[in-house]
């Protein structure tokens, strides 16, 4: 009876160490994949052997229904819910949810450029009505397609492409025009989903942060650090590299978190990247992992309050690993962000 109380009692102490281990600091530990990756590789289950808790799709609206619709599709959806993975659908989108063919019908709906002329190649003008109504209308109709598990929604503008130049567009910059359309589309997410949350996407030439309009209930950053190197840690602010500074990368950021909460931004960045590396051509080559520049850039970030990480991994498909089957990356970025505390080194 004695040994059979003592067996107990380590038991017990066992199971209070491990229920009073502190919680990781970060909440969302994703990545983003596109179609063709998740056609042919297991997303589900490599995520969750990795310690991944999200998995994004990728790339623009039309192509990912199709693959939600599919039986491929289903079976990815079917392996993220057996093994706790949440979904969600970071697109590029605008191009489809103001369709170019509508221009013959109504030019005013696009963007006007530098030269006074209406043009249908990016964008549209956001001081048109009816360019946000149907704007508001097709995002919902996707929506009840690609509906994310952790209600996260991600519609992006045309990528890197110009903004409307009009007289009453172009007293606003691209962040703060990207925010007149998101305000618009969560007002009508919310309608359909009363808990949908929407990425206001600081990227490229939306880096800087919007003053002149004021984010919805509901719009949380998304920053894109896509104008760094991944050679040096972020938090090196001597480092200049593809076009910005690693100092004026942080001040952007710390400038977007004066506009959105920390808590609820999302980093995406780009350490898993194959595509990227790769300079979007394949065969791919092999991931160029640096432990230490992740690991340092993840505490820069905490230190910010930020709580959601995710890294694009496109071209991690069945092709990818059969040349290069060690998914050490994987590991060590999903261990390092589930370990993390705050301060930790």
């Known amino acids: 009876m004695k040994r059979l109380i003592a067996i107990v009692a380590v038991i017990a102490a066992a199971v ?57 599709g289903q079976a990815f959806l079917a392996s993220c819910k057996k093994h706790g993975v949440e979904v969600e659908h970071q697109l590029h989108s605008m191009a489809e949810l103001l369709p170019r063919e509508l221009f013959a019908e109504d030019s005013t709906m696009f963007r006007m450029d530098e030269n006074g002329r209406r043009v249908a190649d990016a964008n549209c003008c956001v001081h048109s009505e009816r360019a946000l109504a149907t704007i508001a209308e097709n995002v919902v109709k996707v929506a ?64 800087k942060a919007p003053r002149k309009v004021k984010p919805e209930e509901g719009i949380f950053l998304e920053f894109a650090p896509f104008l760094r190197s991944w050679e040096k840690p972020l938090a090196d602010l001597t480092v200049e590299d593809r ?7 942080m001040a952007h950021l710390k400038e977007n978190l004066e506009v959105f909460p920390a808590e609820t931004a999302v980093v995406l960045e780009y350490w898993l990247d194959v595509s990227l590396f790769s300079s979007w051509k394949k065969p791919a080559v092999q991931l160029p992992w640096r432990k230490d520049v992740f690991l340092s850039d993840i505490n820069t970030y905490a230190e910010l309050g930020i709580k959601n990480i995710t890294s694009f991994g496109v071209y991690m498909d069945s092709a990818y690993f059969e040349a290069y089957p060690d998914t050490t990356p994987l590991k060590e970025y999903g261990e390092g962000l589930a370990n993390y505390r705050l301060n930790s080194k």
Request: hydrophobic residues 35%; proline residues 4%; aromatic residues 10%.
């Open 16 to 72: 209070a160490v491990i229920s009073f281990q502190p919680k990781s600091h970060f909440d969302m530990r994703g990545i983003i994949v596109n179609t063709h990756d998740l056609s042919t590789v297991d997303w589900g289950k490599l995520a969750a052997e990795n310690g991944i808790n999200t998995v994004g799709t990728h790339m623009f609206p039309g192509e990912v229904i199709e693959f939600i619709e599919s039986e491929k």
């Open 144 to 207: 009840k397609i690609l509906t994310p598990t952790n209600h996260r929604y991600y519609f992006w503008l045309d990528d890197g492409k110009p903004v409307c130049q009009c007289e009453k567009c172009k007293q606003y910059t691209e962040s703060e025009q990207a925010l007149i359309i998101e305000n618009r589309m969560i007002k009508a997410l919310r309608e359909f989903d009363p808990e949908a949350q929407l990425a206001h996407l600081a990227y490229y030439n939306s880096l």
């Open 243 to 249: 076009g910005m500074s690693h100092a004026q990368n």
